[in-house]
């Protein structure tokens, strides 16, 4: 069973860079595209980009100026920047992967979840 | 940028209710659309694909249907379990979600 796990600070000051990782188990980062999707406090999901094994980014234009997606298949992770940030980046953060190997597809793993707040 | 627009916000309804919660997109999407349910503190939850399709695991008593722009999840007979948060998202053109619609307990 393929599990994602979050991990990176939990608190980030205003204008510095939101960094976290999602480690993947159970499979192979091969073959998939993988994402970050965030959800602020009491609000809804909010897709922020995806990448592939080899590398290739789709970001969401809200999130273009400021967000780097990357992917280390050796160590089964990928990993998302998000620089600038402010109050309104605080959410929870989740990584996660669709059902088959294109994107043209439901996401089907989560990982748990990061509560991210941006506080000086 | 494809936008999705889920309707209505809340729902309130009684155990043994059907309910049925809308989803529009604002271009064609075919049937490139799914459905989830989340509950406070939890990931997101898969119930259904390509707008009709349950996911394994997901009882029938949700059904989804609608194409193009315009689609809808029922809930018939509400059980306890299915008080949450639903959302649907695109995945035709990059992924985009419904801001979202809370069922809750009348």
């Known amino acids: 069973q393929v599990q994602l796990q979050e991990w990176g600070p939990g608190l980030v000051k205003p204008s510095e860079t939101l960094s976290l990782t999602c480690t993947v188990s159970?499979?192979?980062?091969?073959?998939?595209?993988w994402s970050w999707i965030r959800q602020p406090p009491g609000k809804g999901l909010e897709w922020i980009g995806y990448?592939?094994?080899?590398?290739?980014?789709k970001y969401n234009p809200s999130f273009e100026s400021r967000v780097t997606i990357s992917v280390d298949t050796p160590n089964n992770q990928f990993s998302l920047k998000l620089t600038s940030v402010t109050a309104a980046d605080t959410a929870v953060y989740y990584c996660?992967?669709?059902?088959?190997?294109?994107?043209?597809?439901?996401?089907?793993?989560w990982g748990q979840g990061s509560l991210v707040t941006v506080s000086s | 940028d494809i936008q999705m627009t889920q309707s209505p916000s809340t729902l309130s309804a009684s155990v043994g209710d059907s309910v049925t919660i809308t989803c529009r997109a604002s271009q064609s999407i075919a049937t490139w659309l799914a459905w989830y349910q989340q509950k406070p503190g939890k990931a997101p939850k898969l119930l259904i694909y390509?707008?009709?399709s349950l996911e394994s695991g997901v009882p029938s008593r949700f059904s989804g249907s609608g194409s193009g722009t315009e689609f809808t999840l029922t809930i018939s007979s509400l059980q306890p379990d299915d008080f949450a948060t639903y959302y649907c998202q695109q995945y035709y053109t990059y992924w985009a979600f419904g801001q979202g619609t809370k069922v809750e307990i009348k």
């Open positions: 990448i592939s094994d080899s590398g290739s980014t």
């Open positions: 390509t707008a009709s």
């Open positions: 159970g499979g192979s980062i091969s073959s998939f595209y």
């Open positions: 996660a992967r669709p059902q088959n190997s294109g994107t043209s597809a439901p996401v089907v793993y």
